[in-house]
Structure formats: structure tokens, C-alpha cells
């Protein structure tokens, strides 16, 4: 939460609370012996965010400046204003906390550039079993119904488009009740096939996310959408590796899908090398998805992978630039281009004197730039032909002066 100077009001409102450990992982594993555990517990505080000393003062981390209580009253990113570091780590009590960051991620989104933003929509109870090592984790993650109403309303405020994954039908409704625009669905559900039923009987824009996917697959899924009479159908390339190796980033899957399925094909990308979504536009994505985050130094798994706003900034920009230099595909003189032709091509010129009626020889001529005269192409064809007027040398010879 520190990535932005903005935060500085946030910070105050809910009041983060300072505490200092050697080993990250381990003391936020340990036990309920470290007092902000026991803060935690006793909902005293409303967030945490847990740093380090850093006398050297490096410019590669966020600081944070605390009160005499270690109660946060300023921060900055990468500015040194204290020797109070910021390892990424940070504790919030309320949920709603998380709605205020994302909050700040549309608004931040926005200003990249970025048409959509994208949530995912989930009960933990609804994805995953209770029993599972993730269930916790996802439980922690939820947003409720409430909390997505005021997240769809700041994209709008933003003039950014609001989208989220459903990985339920309740999650479908919800999202229905919203109106989004279109329904994503994730990699991990294309052969979800009851889902993709529901969400494609709501009659709305479909993008499907095809990473672990085979060409079978996919066509299932296609074929479920299209018996609701829903034809309006996007497919993502992705590999759901994080990040994946070059090697298994296969793009050329991309022109496969494009010559398999007659609609938009795009690319959801998992990696951190932004060069790999321009060149998926370049051989014909239309979509492009990509990880955002305020601050990569932020925890959870996502972090590294994604975009901060600079660099999301930066790739659309690129991206842009990508989309207009691929043109319209026919090969034509282009406008910028007009001025040059007459100082970069030639034609035919006298290479001596050529005195009136006399006939052209093949060593009485030269081919010259500029192109002020007959061109090149037209070489043998004046070959043989009868002067009307004398031609001095290195003169044009234009169609006019011979016969």
C-alpha cells in the first residue's frame, strides 16, 4: 500500500501500526508471541504494514516516517524520508480495506491508459474445499456483492471498463446485477462446462481464457456458448505458468486459434517481459490481459509478475504504437513516402549529346536519379526510337522528345 504518494490519506485514516522483525517469513509464521499478533487478535489495529531499519537509506525501497506510538504519518516510495523500510508485507482488518485499494488500482489503471479492469468474483466456499491449503488464503480474498457495487462504480466514475471473472453462477448474478459488459471466463475453468453454460445464457460477450487448454477443449466450450444463441465470443491465448519460460510461451498459438476459430483472438499474459504482449499483437491479438498492481514490492504471488502504472503505461503506449505501424496490409506508396519518390528513383537519360532525328542506341543512354524522365522499366522501348529535338547529355528523356 505504500506505492503511492496518494496513500499518505489512507495511511491516516486507518491508521497503520509499525513493527519491526529480523526474519520476514519465519515472525509472520511464528507464533503469538510478537505484540502485533496479539493486536491483531484483540482488533486493536486496523492495518499493519511491517518494515525493516535501513540506515543506507536505498532508493529501492519504500519508507515510512511513524509517530512516537509507531503509528504511520507519512510514507513515500522510494524516497528515503526515514531509515524506516518497507519489506511488502501488510495486515488489514476489514475487507473493506482491500475495496479502497482497489479503488485506487482503477483509478491508477485509468490514468495508464488501460480500456477494462478486471476482478475475479468468488466465495472461497464456492472455489475451492475448506479443506484445501488455499482455502484460507481465498476466504481472506473475498469482496462481497456490496463491495464490487462500489468497485463498478469508480470504474465508471474512471471511464474505465468493469469486468471480473465469475467462478460461480451466484458470481455470474452478482456480476448480471451489474451489468458488466462481457463475462471472463478463467483458465482453470474451460472445461467448467455448466459454468460456461450459465454465464453464456446471459447473452453477453464471452472471453475465454484457454492456458492448460487443447483445441478440443476449446471447441467444447465454444460449442456449449453457442447453443444459447450467443455468438459474441473472444479467445485468450495464455500459458498459466508464473511466470512461463520463453519456450512455453508458444505465440504461435496465437495464429493457430486465429485460423481455427473465426473470432477476436487475444492474449492473457502471465509473464514479466512486456515485450511478449507487443509481439502477440503483432501476429493479430486484439486483446491483451496483463497483471496490474500499484507496487510489485506489495505480498502475494501476483506482485512480481504485474505491471506497475509506469510500466502499463509504457506497454500501451508501445502497444499503440504497434497497432499503427501493423497498417491495413496492402503493399501501396504510403504518403509519407510520395516526396521521395522523385529523389529516389531514376529514369532514362542521355549519356552523350543525341542530336535531332538520329536513333537511340542502347550506349547513348543512362539510367539516373532523379525521376524526371521515362522510367527504367521502359528501357528497351526507347531503344530503337528517333529523336525529335537534339538532347543534351545527362538531359531527361521525356516520351515527348522522340517518336
Given at each position: 500500500?505504500?506505492?503511492?504518494?496518494?496513500?499518505?490519506?489512507?495511511?491516516?485514516?486507518?491508521?497503520?501500526?509499525?513493527?519491526?522483525?529480523?526474519?520476514?517469513?519465519?515472525?509472520?509464521?511464528?507464533?503469538?508471541?510478537?505484540?502485533?499478533?496479539?493486536?491483531?487478535?484483540?482488533?486493536?489495529?486496523?492495518?499493519?504494514?511491517?518494515?525493516?531499519?535501513?540506515?543506507?537509506?536505498?532508493?529501492?525501497?519504500?519508507?515510512?516516517?511513524?509517530?512516537?506510538?509507531?503509528?504511520?504519518?507519512?510514507?513515500?516510495?522510494?524516497?528515503?524520508?526515514?531509515?524506516?523500510?518497507?519489506?511488502?508485507?501488510?495486515?488489514?482488518?476489514?475487507?473493506?480495506?482491500?475495496?479502497?485499494?482497489?479503488?485506487?488500482?482503477?483509478?491508477?489503471?485509468?490514468?495508464?491508459?488501460?480500456?477494462?479492469?478486471?476482478?475475479?468474483?468468488?466465495?472461497?466456499?464456492?472455489?475451492?474445499?475448506?479443506?484445501?491449503?488455499?482455502?484460507?488464503?481465498?476466504?481472506?480474498?473475498?469482496?462481497?456483492?456490496?463491495?464490487?457495487?462500489?468497485?463498478?462504480?469508480?470504474?465508471?466514475?474512471?471511464?474505465i471498463i468493469f469486468l471480473s471473472t465469475p467462478f460461480s453462477e451466484n458470481a455470474v448474478d452478482v456480476l448480471n446485477k451489474l451489468k458488466v459488459p462481457a463475462f471472463k471466463i478463467a483458465s482453470g475453468d474451460l472445461t467448467h462446462i455448466p459454468l460456461i453454460e450459465y454465464a453464456s445464457s446471459k447473452n453477453k460477450p464471452m472471453i475465454i481464457s484457454t492456458g492448460m487448454g487443447t483445441i478440443k477443449e476449446i471447441k467444447d466450450a465454444i460449442k456449449v456458448i453457442k447453443s444459447q444463441k450467443n455468438n459474441k465470443i473472444s479467445i485468450l491465448h495464455s500459458v498459466s505458468a508464473y511466470p512461463p519460460p520463453y519456450s512455453d510461451t508458444n505465440l504461435r498459438a496465437i495464429l493457430t486459434l486465429k485460423?481455427?476459430?473465426?473470432?477476436?483472438?487475444?492474449?492473457?499474459?502471465?509473464?514479466?517481459?512486456?515485450?511478449?504482449?507487443?509481439?502477440?499483437?503483432?501476429?493479430?491479438?486484439?486483446?491483451?490481459?496483463?497483471?496490474?498492481?500499484?507496487?510489485?514490492?506489495?505480498?502475494?504471488?501476483?506482485?512480481?509478475?504485474?505491471?506497475?502504472?509506469?510500466?502499463?503505461?509504457?506497454?500501451?503506449?508501445?502497444?499503440?504504437?504497434?497497432?499503427?505501424?501493423?497498417?491495413?496490409?496492402?503493399?501501396?506508396?504510403?504518403?509519407?513516402?510520395?516526396?521521395?519518390?522523385?529523389?529516389?528513383?531514376?529514369?532514362?537519360?542521355?549519356?552523350?549529346?543525341?542530336?535531332?532525328?538520329?536513333?537511340?542506341?542502347?550506349?547513348?543512354?543512362?539510367?539516373?536519379?532523379?525521376?524526371?524522365?521515362?522510367?527504367?522499366?521502359?528501357?528497351?522501348?526507347?531503344?530503337?526510337?528517333?529523336?525529335?529535338?537534339?538532347?543534351?547529355?545527362?538531359?531527361?528523356?521525356?516520351?515527348?522528345?522522340?517518336?
Open positions: 500500500m505504500l506505492a503511492s504518494l496518494e496513500i499518505r490519506n489512507y495511511l491516516l485514516i486507518i491508521k497503520l501500526k509499525i513493527d519491526y522483525f529480523d526474519d520476514i517469513i519465519c515472525s509472520y509464521k511464528a507464533s503469538k508471541d510478537y505484540k502485533f499478533l496479539s493486536e491483531i487478535y484483540d482488533n486493536k489495529i486496523d492495518a499493519y504494514v511491517f518494515v525493516f531499519p535501513d540506515k543506507q537509506k536505498s532508493p529501492h525501497f519504500s519508507y515510512v516516517k511513524t509517530d512516537e506510538e509507531n503509528y504511520v504519518i507519512e510514507a513515500a516510495e522510494k524516497i528515503p524520508i526515514s531509515e524506516t523500510a518497507a519489506c511488502g508485507i501488510h495486515y488489514y482488518k476489514r475487507g473493506s480495506d482491500f475495496v479502497q485499494y482497489a479503488k485506487k488500482m482503477i483509478k491508477k489503471a485509468s490514468e495508464s491508459g488501460a480500456d477494462a479492469i478486471k476482478f475475479q468474483t468468488f466465495t472461497a466456499s464456492d472455489l475451492t474445499s475448506v479443506k484445501s491449503k488455499y482455502y484460507k488464503l481465498f476466504k481472506k480474498l473475498e469482496i462481497d456483492e456490496e463491495g464490487f457495487g462500489e468497485i463498478s462504480d469508480v470504474a465508471k466514475e474512471n471511464e485460423n481455427t476459430f473465426d473470432v477476436p483472438i487475444g492474449y492473457s499474459d502471465n509473464g514479466n517481459d512486456l515485450l511478449i504482449p507487443l509481439i502477440a499483437v503483432s501476429i493479430g491479438a486484439k486483446i491483451i490481459e496483463k497483471h496490474f498492481t500499484i507496487s510489485k514490492r506489495m505480498n502475494g504471488p501476483d506482485h512480481m509478475l504485474s505491471a506497475n502504472p509506469t510500466e502499463f503505461k509504457n506497454m500501451i503506449k508501445k502497444i499503440r504504437i504497434v497497432e499503427e505501424s501493423l497498417g491495413n496490409g496492402e503493399k501501396q506508396c504510403q504518403s509519407s513516402e510520395f516526396e521521395n519518390i522523385i529523389h529516389a528513383r531514376r529514369s532514362i537519360t542521355a549519356n552523350i549529346k543525341i542530336a535531332k532525328n538520329m536513333k537511340i542506341k542502347s550506349n547513348m543512354i543512362n539510367i539516373k536519379r532523379p525521376a524526371k524522365g521515362i522510367e527504367p522499366k521502359f528501357m528497351n522501348s526507347v531503344v530503337g526510337k528517333i529523336t525529335k529535338k537534339s538532347i543534351d547529355k545527362d538531359k531527361f528523356i521525356e516520351w515527348k522528345d522522340i517518336r
